[in-house]
């Protein structure tokens, strides 16, 4: 038996770490000797040392090492041949795994080393030089500016990068990296609710030894990406490195949009967006915004909305949006309430609050119907639906990657009565539009009355706390009231240009516009219409709260002549309000009036 243990413990020194055969060694000797009758009992080589190699493996859950050896003493501590066996064979196992981790690791980082090369070669720094308009002054523009951001290249010879990057752009210049040229790129498209664009570089030498990058998919959580790009602090590229913490909709900053987004724990500073974060090899998102106040917690745009945004453009041209059902819809957690909507216990959903008059689902729903349930998916109270592994998403992101006239398939509740409706889906507008980039401001001037169409960014040049400095009225006609028609705008009196025909109405700025000689105002353009065909002797407006404005029709024109010629304004209306057809522009400045 006890040569049998020896010659065990022998053959595992070939297959054993240098320390341990070592110890082997020693052991065995040791009881080599004891067996010649020698009195040196085993423990002498240190048990210790055999503890230790025990120790040193986590999963050890086997019986003691210390056995019973017979020694004139009494029990020895000693372990056995067959315990020291064990325990070095699962020291030996543990060493493999370490090195076969190591190599493994050594594997990964290759690759994201790889990965990285790659996205080097794609990703371009863009220059932009922009001028955003002047919405109190909407017949000028602001000074112009410069920034910077990041852009990578996908297939087709393109350049994905955010739409922030390149609003209002008057010229745009991009550079590849270790490149000190730089090249003259075109906007191709622009998504701003989902803050993506794509541009094109007509140099065929810029395309030399570039490469593009292909998409990927949704990382989950705790996954490593790397965000390539050009944020602030230095001019060369820049490689930061974050897992993924959380997936859900997420307010997009620059559209006022909820869609889906992914927040990384990388910090996106000024110019990193439109950087590609990297996944393996492929593209996960897109950097393009951050959580003011907190630090390393960034949000990039997931493959699916970029996907969607790239196939409208592909399809049809241009950007088309993403659909919406029109709805205003209230969660319905509470026991009664169900109840009270004859729910069965299985049943779950949300109650339908109200309906856009806009949208196809106006002809189909109705108040107080439940939605059970969108193309099969079912929706829970709280308005969510299943996503991925134990993931939840509300069900408005079903709903936003559908392609415009695309038919949803939604099952309801009506009076206890279930039914399955089609509704068509389509991108809505608000009534009063979010933004207004790449676009030159409507406004139409009348005697000094300048009539411009309520907009968000209109109220924005009131300063960052815009909410409170506003005027209330206009604030919560902006954020509240839905459009009930197509085209239809809300028309203020943005101010009065002071002459002698105005005197006494300048205190009626910042007013909307109701209706003009009794018929209702629709939009900017309406109003245009109304005055320039007046028949009547003179004109009214009468406007919000009750106030009331009458000019003389032919007085007022020849007014209007030099309040344009002293103020400097080139067209007594923008460009978007002349019907070629009718010849509606009145061209002021072809009177030689002096000021």
């Known amino acids: ?91 030996n196992n543990k060493i493999r795994r370490r090195r076969l981790g190591d190599r493994r690791n050594n594997k990964r980082s290759t690759t994201d080393k790889d990965a990285i090369e790659l996205a080097l070669d794609s990703v371009v720094k863009i220059f932009t030089v922009s001028s955003s308009p002047n919405y109190f002054l909407p017949w000028q523009n602001k000074s112009q500016r410069e920034s910077m951001g990041s852009g990578f290249v996908i297939p087709g010879k393109k350049i994905l990068t955010n739409a922030h990057v390149v609003a209002d752009h008057t010229f745009v210049l991009v550079r590849k990296h270790g490149s000190p040229a730089k090249y003259r790129a075109q906007v191709r498209a622009v998504g701003h609710e989902c803050d993506l664009a794509i541009l094109s570089v007509e140099s065929e030498e810029f395309w030399n030894g570039v490469n593009s990058l292909e998409l990927g998919d949704i990382p989950f959580l705790q996954e490593a990406v790397a965000v390539v790009g050009y944020p602030q602090g230095g001019d060369n590229i820049s490689v930061t490195k974050g897992v993924v913490s959380r997936v859900e909709p997420t307010q997009y900053v620059h559209g006022a949009t909820q869609l889906m987004a992914i927040q990384i724990d990388a910090a996106i500073n000024p110019g990193n967006s439109g950087g590609p974060a990297i996944m393996g090899n492929k593209v996960a998102g ?29 399809e049809s041209g241009k950007y088309v949006g993403f659909c919406s059902l029109g709805l205003s819809c209230q969660p319905i957690e509470n026991v009664q309430l169900r109840n009270h909507f004859r729910m069965h216990p299985e049943m779950t959903g949300v109650l339908v609050s109200k309906i856009s008059p806009l949208s196809d689902a106006y002809k189909v729903l109705k108040k107080d119907d439940i939605i059970l349930a969108f193309d099969g998916v079912p929706v829970a109270n709280d308005g969510t639906v299943p996503f991925r592994n134990r993931e939840r998403i509300t069900f408005d992101h079903l709903v936003s990657m559908k392609k415009p006239n695309e038919t949803a398939v939604v099952r309801v509740l009506r009076d206890g009565e279930e039914y399955e409706i089609n509704i068509t889906l389509q991108p809505l507008q608000p009534l009063v539009p979010v933004h207004q980039f790449d676009k030159l401001p409507s406004y139409y001037i009348f005697a000094g009355l300048v009539f411009v169409p309520l907009t968000q960014p209109y109220l924005h040049e009131y300063g960052e706390d815009w909410y409170n400095t506003s005027p209330r009225r206009l604030c919560e006609s902006a954020l509240r009231e839905p459009p009930k028609r197509a085209g239809e705008q809300l028309v203020i009196l943005s101010q009065v240009l002071m002459d002698d025909i105005n005197a006494g109405y300048e205190r009626l700025a910042e007013l909307q516009v109701k209706k003009v000689n009794g018929i209702e105002v629709e939009n900017l353009k309406h109003i245009c219409q109304l005055v320039e065909n007046c028949s009547k002797e003179s004109v009214r407006f009468d406007l919000d709260d009750d106030r009331v404005i009458v000019l003389n029709h032919s007085l007022a024109k020849v007014a209007t002549s030099k309040i344009l010629k002293c103020h400097r304004i080139p067209s007594a209306m923008s460009n978007d309000l002349i019907d070629k057809q009718s010849n509606l522009q009145t061209q002021y400045l072809a009177q030689e009036l002096i000021c």
């Open 1 to 91: 038996m006890l040569g049998t243990s020896v010659r065990a413990l022998r053959r595992l020194c070939s297959s054993s770490s240098v320390s341990s055969i070592n110890l082997i060694k020693d052991y065995t000797n040791k009881v080599t000797a004891t067996a010649r009758g020698t009195s040196i009992c085993t423990c002498t080589i240190g048990a210790a040392k055999v503890e230790d190699i025990a120790a040193s493996s986590s999963s050890c859950s086997s019986e003691p090492l210390n056995s019973e050896a017979h020694n004139e003493n009494g029990p020895c501590p000693c372990p056995s041949v067959a315990a020291v066996h064990v325990h070095l064979l699962r020291n």
């Open 286 to 314: 897109v950097a393009f915004q951050n959580l003011s106040g907190a630090e390393n917690i960034g949000y990039i745009i997931p493959v699916p909305v970029i996907k969607h945004f790239i196939a409208g453009v592909e």
